[in-house]
């Protein structure tokens, strides 16, 4: 609305000097020229002019040959005296045509008027303009405090159908949504509705999806909000967002209230330093103070989720608050075919696409990468003009979502090209002759994101829980890279720097978090601890001596030497498939999972 009065303001400006021109303009064409008494006089005796129309004291002349001439007399007299007062006779006079016209100053009006109405119409609107923005930074102050939640609209409703697997925590869900529909059945029982529910699980794992689903299932209205729109510049802004938010909420109720990423309020209070903390523990404590102000006629339930449930202060968790955990997991196998197929519905797709397939190929993926994967196989058949998407295609966008794209202009010489051929071998012959390493399912040696190439091992099924000797061969695997350029190339190169750095993790980790060192003991070493300070550091804090320190890098080291001599005396006694591997690598440049068996068969 405001906009339209915008609008037209500006539009009757232009237009406002536009007619302010062009009315300047074209009085100066009609402006006829003025005479003098004298000259209209000399005139008359020449008998020069044919009439004369008198507008007060205005004369407007009109001579013999047609044009037209403007002079003036004194008022007070009339023309006639006038002429005769200059000597012109009767006779001549008589011969004029004199017309008495009205007072010229009314037919003056608007014309004569524009040029001062444009400049004031002008000011007036830089004023109006003004007073509008002042006014708009009024509007924009009023509505800082008030929360910015925003209700989700009802058409794209989702349900608990929308989200595949996930099946125990729709369960306690389902919960949820019963009570929000029928609260009398739980209070007549004397039990307490629940007041907050924490999800929690690893992002893209539908978190938020699953919480939207809920306010469908319950048809209640659904105020999403993120954690991080409370807090802003300005102390006390997200409390004061806060209590706008739950006194809509309690308007709208029964309704949920959904506050994603809820650990950028809910950190641990009283660590870290900074202003922003100030800002974080008062709008938790905001939060807190509003949901056990609900009483049992408030049927509005808080919903938040985070990833991060290590770091979210104690308090938030208490009975009354978010007492109720829904813990969401990576989806396993058979969750991950029922997430593609949800995502694959509206995408024509190739009879022989066979998604339990790409299920198996994708461990580790949560159901936003699944989402993704899909969405980037459209995304590649329609560039390559397709009207169908395959399966090539769709396995293609695994590794894609997984590795980075394809870089087909990263060209690697031919020495290069060889030497990262000896690199993935090795990774998947020492993978492959290893009892606990995970199957080879693909070499390759076509650069992706950044690395110049890859070997995707993939576990038989999905793991929940790793073995020491899982550790052991990983490690191996890892070094397998390094350890064949060394044999076969005689030089090593920085392609190895990423194998490295996860070996020593896992060294490191093995060691300080799972206590699987014998020497070290069942122990874990060292604390991480989050400081908020000039924005996010993990820092971990030692507890443990100096002595030890010592002994852990020694003992990482250890795996680390033991992994590449197991490497390396694998890849020693398999030379022969070594080399088949990568004459077809250098051929091909890839090596499906069927073909490596072959080869190492
Ligand atoms: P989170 O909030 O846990 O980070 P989201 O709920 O935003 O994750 O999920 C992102 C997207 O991933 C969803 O919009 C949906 O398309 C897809 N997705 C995730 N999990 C599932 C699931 N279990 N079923 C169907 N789609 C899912
Ligand atoms: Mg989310
Ligand atoms: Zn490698």
Redo the contacts with the bound molecule.
Sequence with gaps: MKNIFKNFAVFFLVFAIIAAIFSLYSNKIEKPEEMNLGQLVQEIQNEQIKSIQVKGNQLDITLNDGSNRISKKESGESLTTLLSNYGVSPEKISRLELTVGEEANSTFSFSSLLPFLIPALFILGMIWFMMRQVQGVNNRAMTFGQSGAKLADQKTKVTFK?????KEAKEDLQEIVEFLKSPQKFLDLGAKIPKGVLLL?S???????LSRAVAGEAKVPFFHISGSEFVEMFVGVGASRVRDLFKKAKKASPCIIFIDEIDAVGRQRGSGLGGSHDEREQTLNQILTEMDGFDNQTNVIVLA?TNRHDVLDPALLRPGRFDRQVVIDM?DIKDREE?LN??AKGKPMQKNVDLKRVAQRTPGF???DL?NVLNEAAIMTARKNEKIISQETVLDSIEKVMLGPERKSHILSDKEKKTTAYHEAGHAVVAHYLEHADPVHKISIISRGRAAGYTINLPEEDKKMHSYEDFIDDMAVLLGGRMAEKIFCHEVTTGASNDLERATAIARSLITQFGMNEKLGFRTFGKKEEMVFLGKEIHERRDYSEKTAESIDHEISNYVQQAAQSAEKIIREHKEQMEKIVSVLMEKETIEKEEFDNLVA
């Excluded at 929308?162 to 996930?166: F, M």
């Excluded at 992002?203 to 999806?209: E, F, I, R």
């Design positions: 929308d989200v595949a697997g996930a699980g992002p893209g794992t539908g978190k938020t999806l989720a989806p997430i949800i995502h949560s159901g936003a989402a």
